[in-house]
């Protein structure tokens, strides 16, 4: 089971890193759109003076990752090195393709669909593609005070506001900042998704019978109450069990099949934490 959840990490990891590059190398850097980390210093240096990206992303992900082998301690950079180095590759071997469009505007709303969820992927995995996020739990070791999100808004900032002095061109700022908030946004709409259940509320006379069924059949719990219906004053027995969307169909099919009277009510659930389901952060 170990080996099973080592080599998904490595896959989303791997899956997420080259998302993430293509939404940098086909659509940030042709266009000019800074959004802030190393993806905009990239671009800069990229656009003002034709540095490689792939060697700009290797250069400042390895510096950051030897700071945080001193002060964060080598696990967390374990967990982070195959990220960065992907994405560093990625980068580099995407960047000799011909850009999928030109237009900023284009360019910033694609490219920071593609570069927030790959981060989001990279991120579900326990893993990350290192950059600014490395930056910031470096700094947030000295000031503890200061959180991750506001640390990681003022580095973005910085580069944005570089990016304004080296190119110029408030219009490509602006795309730079539009980029950072669909990003941003693409993150964080991933993460939710994921973290989303449904708990199911099963109003039945035969709750033993389904719960026994259930348990055995499954990898969920269930939770039995005994309840009275206040219309017909009889006495009724309620089921309760978390459950991932996917596992509805099979779920309803099995209880109705032992029911065909059962009352079923699905409710969505934002979060839950317990033995088998995973909270993504």
Known sequence: MEKVSKFRT????IVGSFITSMGVS???IPANVVSGGVSGIATILYNAFNFAPGIVYGIINGALLISAWFILGKEFVFKTLL?????SVF???LS???PVTSDPFLASVIGAILYGFGIGIALISGSSTGGTDIAARIIQHYREDVSIGKLLLIVDATVILISLLVFRNTNLALYGIIAL???????DFLISKLNISKLAFVITDKGEE???VLVSSSKRGVTLIEAKGVYTGEGRQVLICALKSSEIPKFQKTIEKLDPSVFIIYSESQQIVGKGFSVYR
């Not at 990220?83 to 994405?87: F, L, Q, R």
């Not at 908030?181 to 993150?187: D, H, K, P, Q, W």
């Open 26 to 28: 086909l659509f940030y």
């Open 96 to 98: 000799y393709l011909p």
């Open 181 to 187: 908030a669909i990003s941003t946004f693409a993150v």
């Open 91 to 93: 980068v580099q071997l």
């Open 10 to 13: 490595v896959i989303l990891t």
């Open 83 to 87: 990220g960065a180095s992907c994405i």
């Open 210 to 212: 389904i719960s026994k």
